[in-house]
């Protein structure tokens, strides 16, 4: 994320690379977006739900597949004090599934809705939207197979972001089959890659050899052509995943949701069975961030990780490519709301006072502000007409032991001596008229 203040000189710390502070104005972003995602996971009822920050590393290297980048190359794992292997964890899903079963969520009534905001952590080169701590939200369904639940997972998404203000969006969906088709299909994939070997990347060789479906994914300009002319699965989805398929697209027809077909997407975590789909802004901008959001369908992960077949479909969206693009379209948010009032005190007695003058003004819910540094009454005015308050209150030594205050108009200049123990009450009707 962009720096908010200009730096000086290099401090003797730094924070680790591709992780950030989470500054000022980065967290009224992420308040901002937290309320939009809270409103709308209560409105269609998902459970809030936290996992630990780390798991076993068995979860992940299981749950995400042996072959993917996240498991191969971007887990941050240590072996602890005590003995155990442990990960930062670099998604939300598979831990979210240790927790339905370890919970025994599936006696709950199915299905079971559930929603996360926090930290993730992949050991990536850092870039433009690509960091090594980054945060996700993500809602998961778990205990239903109907594919009404990807559409409303995809919609729930979208809906998020429009609220956000995001104009451009494109939805890319696909189908990845299941157990029943895909072997088949990853065997023609497969001999087609093979007896192209020559030309394709290095990376690609590689990935022919764990899981050709990846190199599908491929995004290295010699291997296009030959993605080209590969074999679709689309036209190799067993009749179940067929027909689920097209129930989704028909779902997201109904609901207006623009999307198009893109059968290079296979996703780069090994869980997904029949839906995938991505998110992303389709602008210049937009295609740098990366992906907003990416999901899909995950029929056999509860079972893989230890529990009977439990269908399941969810999506997570990074929250700092999406702070981004709305910095980008110039979505600024205030910061606290201006103060009208400002309480000048003049001298230790007036100072000490002050506090609880304003503990009242809180509780009244008015917002005052201060200046506590400043001791003359000049400076304190000053500070007053440059944060443009409409009222200077000043407590001098005279008026506290008076039990009286000073209302400024700041506007006409008009000054009124009024009672300490009324002040509340008549700002209130002041500002009120004003
Ligand atoms: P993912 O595609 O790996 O899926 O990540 C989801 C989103 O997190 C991405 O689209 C991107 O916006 C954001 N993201 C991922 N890595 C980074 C990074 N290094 N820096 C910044 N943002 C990043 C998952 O994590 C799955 N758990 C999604 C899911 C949930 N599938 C089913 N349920």
């Given at each position: 994320m962009e720096k908010e203040f200009k730096q000086t000189k290099r401090s003797k710390f730094q924070k680790p690379a591709g992780m950030h502070d989470i500054l000022f104005e980065n967290q009224r972003y992420f308040k901002k977006i937290y309320n939009v995602v809270e409103e709308i996971a209560n409105f269609y009822r998902f459970e809030k739900i936290d996992t630990p920050i780390l798991e076993e590393t068995e979860l992940f290297s299981r749950g995400i597949g042996l072959s993917t980048d996240i498991v191969q190359k971007q887990m941050y794992s240590f072996k602890s004090r005590g003995g155990d292997f442990l990960?930062?964890?670099?998604?939300?899903t598979a831990p979210i599934v240790r927790s339905f079963i370890e919970n025994g969520m599936f006696n709950l009534p199915q299905p079971v809705k559930l929603w996360y905001f926090g930290p993730f952590f992949r050991y990536e080169r850092p870039q433009a939207g690509r960091y090594r701590q980054f945060h996700q939200f993500g809602f998961e369904t778990l205990g239903e197979k109907s594919p009404i639940v990807d559409a409303q997972i995809i919609q729930i998404f979208f809906q998020i972001l429009k609220t956000l203000k995001f104009k451009n969006l494109i939805i890319e969906i696909n189908s990845i089959g299941d157990s029943q088709c895909r072997p088949y299909y990853k065997k023609l994939l497969t001999s087609y890659f093979r007896s192209r070997e020559a030309s394709l990347c290095a990376n690609c060789r590689r990935r022919l050899r764990e899981n050709p479906l990846r190199v599908l994914d491929c995004k290295e300009e010699k291997c296009q052509p030959i993605k080209a002319q590969a074999p679709q699965l689309i036209d190799h989805l067993c009749k179940e995943c067929h027909w689920h398929f097209k129930e989704v697209l028909e779902f997201l027809d109904t609901l207006e949701l623009p999307y198009r077909l893109n059968p290079?997407?296979?996703?780069?975590?090994?869980?997904?069975?029949?839906t995938v789909f991505e998110i992303f802004e389709d602008t210049e901008e937009g295609r740098k961030q990366g992906v907003l959001v990416g999901g899909g369908r995950y029929d056999t992960l509860v079972k893989l990780l230890g529990r009977k077949d439990v269908p399941a479909c969810g999506g997570s969206a990074g929250i700092e490519r999406i702070i981004n693009l709305m910095k980008g379209k110039k979505i600024r948010l205030s910061s606290f709301p201006k103060p009208k009032i400002f309480l000048a005190q003049i001298g230790n007695l007036a100072k000490r006072k002050s506090l609880k003058i304003i503990e009242e003004f809180r509780k009244a819910k008015i917002e005052v502000t201060e200046s506590f540094g400043r001791d003359s009454l000049k400076a304190q005015l000053n500070r007053a007409n440059r944060m443009g308050v409409k009222f200077t209150l000043i407590l001098g030594q005279k008026e506290t032991l008076e039990g009286t205050i000073m209302i400024r108009n700041m506007k006409t200049g008009s000054q009124e001596l009024v009672k300490l123990d009324k002040i509340v009450k008549v700002m209130k009707r002041r500002l009120k008229s004003k």
């Open positions: 990960t930062l964890r670099p998604e939300g290079y997407l296979v996703r780069g975590l090994d869980y997904y069975t029949k």
